[in-house]
């Protein structure tokens, strides 16, 4: 397994080689959870599915059931590894890049996909869309148990020195985007559905202002490259209407030991050997005692 | 050392047992930093200074100088210790309520702590003043390099079941507290000044939005009792006027092994064998390559 992580780009895993017989002309077809599932990625793209949308989907605990919408789904591989864990779910991707939609469209037709293939559909939609128009493109109020999302976010200030006027827009971009994609997480969720995220932990004061009086009972997961790092990721989940304090809880680790090698608990999550629940649903009765 | 630190309540350290000869009756004589200091506490009451207040001054990095405001300072535990690690710092201790103001004045006046006492003084006075009257107590505009606090917090919640009046009123103080004491660590911090506080995860949201469009290079470190458990600290430093992007550290672990044995990390941070500096001041040139 090809692991790069560096703070300046998106996690990245690479499993399968872009010479892959079965990937089209100009796509790669990435293999994850060991073979479960593939993805069919645009060679030429920037953006690649990788560790991020593996530690998002594993925070769909291993007992859930319903309607999930994995928000700005890219090619698809979050709301797919949460289908190819969770037999009981139907997925929809949602994802507004017409060429993205099509990728994703491509990798659920994909025949090394076949046992996915009947619950997940594409909606190619805007996040952002309000009201009727959001109903219109197919994701009804309160008709999702789960939500997940993995904003895009800008990575330009992470490569330049500091510049005062580009630090503010990047500043409001971010904001605007987690009020916009928390709004319609809140309205397509049920009362005591599950939003999860994964972003970078200087979005964090736009996170917790999206989230307010929406959602409660935050959950903050830090992911660390190795021990003693700052986090590069901080994976959140909250539940609407919830009125529970915030948890933050330790973080999870990527490397362990020489070379680039995964922690067990990466490991396990990467490949959906194991789940990242909540802490309050499991033991919400312990924690009023 | 007798340490208690359930999530339930303040993180507590002992040292010297209250039927100490040094203690006026009614008082116990609390030795720090391995007896570089003594803090004179209340008996009767519910809250003694501890790790809390160890790890809030292990904040102000080894390098640090000029003058220092505690905020909320109790007997003066934290501002003491920082007196004792930094021989070139001034400090003054900001307590409201009489009783716990008149016991930093004991203390500094204690004869063990006779090398401190030239550079500690208190002000008895609201940390919520405004303007003309905080000046007036003595806590100029522009006046202090350093600002740590430890704001009380009404644990009350911790140990009732939920009850949603009683958690909005809570939501509302804790808000209305971060809002007004940062407003007041803004006004009297120089530019490039840093605020250093010690709190519940659970303030995460109102510590940052009273952050917001003050301070700037937000670095959080998560305090987790032992290894898995989640954090029932977070340790905050901001600078003044600063534009840098939020970081989230790596977390300290308070215990490690069988027991209650501090971690070795913990143990100095406890008694004062070292501090716990900001990234950013430390490695500003690296991080704009």
Known sequence: MNVKNDAERPLEVTAVSAASPEAPPGYSLDAFHNGGFYVLQPEAEGHRAGLDAMLLAATVSADATGALADLGAGAGAAGLAVANRLEGMQIVL????PRMAQCARMTIEHPLNASLATRVRVIEADVTLRGEARCAAGLADRAFDHVIMNPPFNSARDR???DELKAQAHAMDSADLFEQWLRTANA???????VSLIARPESLADILAGLERR???IEITPVCPRTGDDAIRILVTAVKGSRARLLLRDRIVI?????RDFSPLANDLANGGRDWPRRT?????KRTK
Chains 1, 2 share one sequence.
Do not use: D
């Open 94 to 97: 949602v994802e507004r890049a």
């Open 188 to 194: 397509i969720l049920k009362q005591g559905g599950q």
């Open 255 to 259: 490397h362990e030991g020489a070379g």
């Open 281 to 285: 649903r499991r033991s919400a009765q």
């Open 160 to 162: 330049t020195t500091p």
């Open 215 to 217: 959602f409660g009972g």
